[in-house]
């Protein structure tokens, strides 16, 4: 039996984005500024990014209506389709009900434009000429080289150099869009040249292409900052997609049981699960579940603890789940799911039990990632493929206890470039590599001390 | 201003394909076998078809119904959005009102499915277990790998060998489809062989392929084979594609005037334009504009003359604008229209002067696809990207006439696996190559005697 789409119409697309902080059982503490180490404030933020996206990001409002402007972008690909795998269902023989949001179908070919479209728009308005931003394997760059060309904006993507290289496909995507793509750590700014001074061979890391991109817009008056997740205005974008979801599965007189989203960052899970926060508050049977890889264990294995979000120390010091900012993650196929740090929010949540959590290593989930290809088509991006193996693992569980959950997964990008991981899987190429909680324990010696 | 999406409903969705033959002014001289050199019938074909295509292949009737199990997969991402290119219009400065129909929201990532999904179904039908195909960059094969996996039926392509190696990422997606992939010239094949035997380093080519994939489906009981161009019942699945188109326009109240599609064997070209056939019939202004490389000028300048489909001699002979057989296409990065024939059908519209035809070199083609892409978001594939070089050609006609024509343009598909192509571009890579005449008319010499 093929796979069903739900429909919805354009008209029923959510025309607000929803807050969870007034919904938040207890708030992450405050972020702090990284020289006095005090509370920071909007005026802290203000060299960085628009007042629109601070007011965003510190916003007790739980309804954010979103500009005209942004929906008529949105509409170009959304709403998304939601569709409930039945010959996924039918090759596990599980009684539980899947459905998948299928957020593929943005030009970038993942969610990341939700936000960055959003926070193109916002730096438009504010009369800022050129936004800075870093990229790991390119989905957030390509993003924002899209957004900021249809806004007519500037474009400097710090792409970490290993990937610059090795993945060439989605930098050609940002050329395509009108972006600079510059290899980092670079010697164009501090950060850059005091790491290439150091070490000038090394392949670079997330780290630091923050602590460039950072640099770039802090000292620049015509340039603000781009971050693709973490941050409170991230998920609060990216929560078009879970309202979406609601209103399609009102459609076929469905309710999610299990929600569950690969967690880098923590965007891509925020946006599936946030807008259930109230259902869940109310006491309904919903699990909020996050994936991520053994190899990058940050909710399963970090602490939670103040940190910095970047190598070099330049970013306000954040509470959250983390691996230590100087943490170096291998080289694993699920570049997103690559960052030492959590969303606060995702953090504060699941330090309180709200959200769950497990860890994989690479083989089994591109296994999973197989089988959901075969059975429903589309090819699913690595990170995305983590949620799917969780997936699969909670339809095994319903079927062993006869269970008729209702699963709803984010399936977050399509894997059209990055078919050189799935060729590496076939080939047994791929290690199942699990970061070893001594070397944890290690990065977790250098947090910021903080009181 | 930002691109707008015509929505069609998915219960608007057309129920019947549109078959051309009723309305064709002239139809093409019969296909000849390839050993007697008489008219063939269906029996001849019987041994590499199942009936049920090959009825729509000589069928006269104008309306295909669409089985329900065919349309359940359409579902899936059909009907496919028709946007109205407001951003691409203010960038020309055109009076022109631009639409283009979007085929790559397919899993497969183009139009190919259209017919991929039929071709199974069928086969299915008659209780076929095996479908063989050949392939160049992988558009095709990819597109019948996920057919077959939906149908339950295993597939082997013979890949053209320098694609194979040279272009990985179709190939690993046919794999997580769960066909077997081929690097061609095989030693599975007498045709394969052979040509090994003479030449063991070749490159391969498409001609070849199919005449490797035409040997397996005859020799083996179990197997069938398919064509995702030039034929008729392939072309009859693509027109779905204007179908919806026509729904469309219907309900934004505009009327096209120019019809644009690329053209290799003429599918996605016929897919868009056939559905007009009974109003330009009719009288009404709509032209219809093939697109090609300049690499490989099969309209443009070859000859409507019966030839081979393949380099073995081992199809039908049709009738068809050809550039000869034994015509080796340079290694230009639009794989789709690469062949040396074109739809006999294609063939004789463009012959009666109904079809006109343009070609292009690849770099102005890049160069249109970039400006496409900074416009409207999407970056185009190769193939799709030399309609859009037509597109902004007649755009600025319309400025410089100062006329408001209604472009409709098939963007059969994306370039996420081909932006190795735009790399070459914009290292000034790319060769703007013309195929010399001369050599055309030697390849022409050795056209198969017929009477």
């Known amino acids: 039996m093929i796979a069903k789409k739900v429909h919805l119409d354009e008209k029923e697309m959510p025309r607000a984005w929803y807050n969870i902080v007034p919904d938040m059982p207890n708030m992450p503490e405050p972020p702090l500024n990284p020289g006095t180490g005090q509370p920071i404030g909007p005026e802290d933020l203000a060299p960085i990014f628009p007042m629109g996206l601070i007011e965003q990001e510190v916003s007790q409002e739980r309804w954010i209506p979103i500009p005209e402007e942004i929906l008529n972008i949105y509409r170009l690909w959304r709403p998304s389709p939601l569709y409930r795998a039945y010959h996924l269902e039918e090759v596990l023989g599980t009684p539980a009900r899947i459905y998948y949001k299928y957020e593929g179908v943005s030009p970038a070919g993942s969610h990341k434009p939700n936000t960055s479209i959003a926070q193109a728009y916002y730096n438009k308005q504010e009369g800022v000429k050129r936004l800075a931003t870093e990229t790991g394997a390119g989905q957030w760059g390509s993003a924002l080289a899209l957004a900021c060309q249809f806004f007519g904006l500037e474009c400097t993507v710090y792409m970490v150099k290993v990937s610059y290289h090795q993945k060439p496909y989605r930098r050609s995507m940002m050329q395509v869009w009108g972006s600079e793509v510059i290899p980092s750590p670079s010697d164009r700014t501090n950060a850059g040249r005091s790491i290439l001074e150091k070490d000038p061979d090394t392949p670079g890391s997330l780290g630091i292409a923050i602590s460039e991109a950072v640099e770039d817009a802090a000292t620049r008056d015509d340039t603000k900052y781009s971050l693709g997740s973490v941050l409170n205005h991230v998920l609060l974008h990216q929560t078009i997609v879970g309202l979406e979801v609601k209103e399609q599965l009102k459609k076929v007189g469905d309710k999610p049981t299990v929600l569950i989203g690969s967690c880098g960052g923590g965007s891509n899970f925020a946006g599936l699960v946030f807008p259930y926060m109230p259902e869940k508050a109310a006491g309904e049977n919903i699990r909020f579940l996050a994936v991520e890889p053994t190899s990058c264990p940050t909710l399963t294995k970090g602490s939670y603890a103040y940190d ?27 570049g997103g799911l690559r960052y030492h740090g959590a969303s606060p929010l995702v953090s504060v949540l699941h330090r309180d039990g709200i959200v769950e959590a497990v860890a994989y290593t690479q083989n089994p989930v591109f296994e999973a990632a197989v089988t959901f290809a075969k059975s429903e088509g589309i090819v699913p991006a690595p990170e995305s493929a983590h949620a799917v193996k969780a997936v699969i693992d909670e339809a095994d569980r319903c079927k062993e206890e006869g269970k008729e959950d209702v699963i709803v997964f984010n399936l977050s990008g399509h894997g059209h470039f990055d078919m050189g991981a799935y060729d590496a899987y076939f080939a047994g190429d791929l290690e199942d590599y699990t970061y070893p909680e001594e070397k944890i324990a290690d990065s977790l010696k250098n947090l910021p001390k903080v009181k």
Do not use: E, N, R
């Open 308 to 334: 910095f979000g970047d190598t070099a120390q330049m970013t306000p010091i954040m509470p959250m789940y983390t691996l230590g900012h100087d943490f170096v993650p291998p080289g694993i196929h699920a």
